[in-house]
């Protein structure tokens, strides 16, 4: 008991709770924007495994990091791209093609590396530094927690008041969230739904893939197979557990990450139980709390259902 208040108390262990929770920041609050505008991207583990890859080449091949980043979100832009034409276009079905979607982006990634990359063991980068802020990370407790990050921990953080500005303050995001309840109220304002739905996919797209870079620009310095490793899907669960608002979303995030973060130091004071027991717990205790939501939140009352113009 005593080991357990030391570690909840930690620096250390914050401090890595906010190093796990950013690349599902980062997912999260794009699953948040397609699914506010009444699309479900269910290629958001794709859409990661993509961006991961795009970005690590891109630093491989000697351009700086943040270009990595900037080529990452425009892949994933593609990629939202693709997925917006089949289903808000053509309005094929959501579940489907987010599925089809996801698993071109994995095996294309996968496929892709091993073309490009002959080499036995998978090379590896520079990764970004903890960025140290001057004067702020001298702090007690809070300072190394916070202030001694990845520049993209910064980034995902800062994502989280930007996005719930242009959904909550802008008029873009007040025709997401129209397009999302009520797509024939918006059409008769003369809004573009499906222009509207196109847009919201590409820029949520490019943000999950963001935090698939994340994954090889600064938690690793690598690519290999199986490096989202399911990130996508408890996304997913997030954006529910939210309840689809940027602010409860960052709560998510930092409760998962707590008990990721949580359950590789109960690994190492187990006493012989077997490991797999705690990797499964920061899941069972997700689904959980999904279930548990998920009884009192509704979505966008137009999530899953495609516009056709002129129909009732």
Not at 127 to 140: E, G, K, N, Q, T
Not at 258 to 287: D, H, K, N
Not at 288 to 296: E, I, K, P
Request: charged letters at 10%.
């Amino acid at each position: 008991m005593h080991d357990a208040f030391d570690m909840l108390v930690s620096a250390s262990f914050w401090a890595a709770t906010l190093r796990i929770s950013a690349p599902l920041l980062f997912g999260t609050l794009g699953e948040l924007i397609c699914e506010r505008a009444g699309v479900l991207n269910l290629g958001i583990e794709g859409i990661m495994t993509v961006g991961a890859l795009s970005g690590w080449l891109t630093v491989y091949y000697g351009a700086n990091l943040w270009t990595g980043v900037l080529v990452a979100a425009t892949a994933g832009a593609l990629f939202g791209l693709l997925h917006a034409f089949l289903t808000v276009s053509l309005s094929l079905s959501q579940h489907v093609t987010g599925i089809g979607v996801s698993l071109l982006g994995t095996s294309l990634s996968y496929f892709s590396f091993r073309l490009l990359i002959t080499a036995t063991a998978s090379p590896t980068i520079v990764p970004f530094s903890p960025l140290r802020v001057p004067v702020l990370a001298d702090i007690p407790v809070i300072g190394p927690v916070i202030f001694v990050q990845s520049p993209l921990v910064y980034l995902a953080f800062t994502l989280v008041g930007v996005t719930a500005y242009i959904i909550y303050r802008t008029p873009l995001g007040l025709a997401w969230s129209m397009v999302g309840e009520n797509p024939a109220a918006a059409d008769s304002q003369g809004i573009d739904v499906n222009a509207v739905r196109i847009v919201a996919v590409m820029a949520g797209s490019a943000i999950m893939a963001i935090g698939g870079a994340f994954l090889t620009l600064s938690a690793f310095n690598a690519f290999f197979v199986n490096l989202v490793n399911g990130r996508g899907w408890i996304c997913i669960a997030l954006v529910i557990v939210s309840s689809w608002k940027p602010g409860k979303a960052l709560l998510a995030a930092l409760f998962f990450g707590a008990l990721e973060a949580m359950q590789v130091r109960l690994q190492q004071a187990s006493g012989g139980l077997p490991y797999q027991l705690f990797l499964m717990l920061p899941y069972i205790l997700s689904i959980a709390a999904l279930v548990v939501v998920s009884r009192r939140v509704a979505g966008p009352q137009a999530l899953m259902i495609p516009f056709r113009k002129g129909e009732r």
